[in-house]
Nanobody, 123 residues
Framework: QVQLVESGGGLVRTGDSLRLSCAASGLPFRTHALAWFRQVPGKEREFVAAISWNGVTTSYADSVQGRFFISRDRNKDTVFLQMNSLNGEDTAVYYC????????????????WGQGIQVTVSS
């Protein structure tokens, strides 16, 4: 059974940094890409960042480019999202996701999702 478990969310202030983690199990993640999405109430879930199985290829949404950085520990099947210079527009529930490759993760809804974790940025 696939499990993606997020951690590291919380309440921070504008300009602060936060790092999210997602522990994956149940899939051959050494051949799967991992990604982060986010969603605010009343809006569609949006792509944030993705990383290939070997960490070589990454992709970012324009809104987080240069502020957020995705990485993974292949040995532990864990993906991280380092979020810097946070602002109110980053407030959302953040979801970890798994898929075949980075391109597919950016184009279509992933098959596997975590339960989500809240990130709130206050001014």
């Amino acid at each position: 059974q696939v499990q993606l478990v997020e951690s590291g969310g919380g309440l921070v202030r504008t300009g602060d940094s936060l790092r999210l983690s997602c522990a994956a199990s149940g899939l051959p993640f050494r051949t799967h890409a991992l990604a982060w999405f986010r969603q605010v109430p009343g809006k569609e879930r949006e792509f944030v960042a993705a990383i290939s199985w070997n960490g070589v290829t990454t992709s970012y949404a324009d809104s987080v480019q240069g502020r957020f950085f995705i990485s993974r520990d292949r040995n532990k099947d864990t993906v991280f999202l380092q979020m810097n210079s946070l602002n109110g527009e980053d407030t959302a529930v953040y979801y970890c996701a798994a898929g075949e490759n980075v391109e597919l993760l950016t184009l279509s809804p992933p098959k596997h999702w975590g339960q989500g974790i809240q990130v709130t940025v206050s001014s």
